[in-house]
């Protein structure tokens, strides 16, 4: 996954609050034991793409991050690619 594909240039800052809105139910739906284990992916997911794009992750608190992160593996970050230029 490439990491900063989301930037000021090619997104408009009002997506920031629909996204980063959307974080804390996002966390209550994973920690749901009824989350069935392909919506739990989902989020999984799209935690992972959240947090590689410093766009969103910098609107983010460090509780929603380190919440976000405790989903994904420890070397989650390890995967990320630079863009080619």
Same mark, same amino acid.
């Given at each position: 996954?490439?990491?900063?594909?989301?930037?000021?240039?090619?997104? #408009?800052?009002?997506?920031?609050?629909?996204?980063?809105?959307?974080?804390?139910?996002?966390?209550?739906?994973?920690?749901?034991?009824?989350?069935?284990?392909?919506?739990?992916? =989902?989020?999984?997911?799209?935690?992972?793409?959240?947090?590689?794009?410093?766009?969103?992750?910098?609107? =983010?608190?460090?509780?929603?991050?380190?919440?976000?992160?405790?989903?994904? #593996?420890?070397?989650?970050?390890?995967?990320?690619?630079?863009? #080619?230029?």
């Amino acid at each position: 996954m490439y990491k900063n594909v989301i930037t000021s240039e090619n997104t #408009p800052d009002s997506h920031k609050a629909v996204i980063v809105s959307q974080v804390d139910g996002q966390l209550v739906e994973a920690a749901d034991s009824e989350t069935s284990a392909e919506q739990l992916q =989902c989020l999984k997911d799209h935690f992972l793409w959240l947090l590689s794009n410093d766009f969103y992750k910098d609107e =983010c608190s460090a509780e929603q991050v380190s919440s976000m992160e405790s989903y994904l #593996p420890a070397d989650y970050a390890d995967g990320y690619e630079d863009l #080619p230029e």
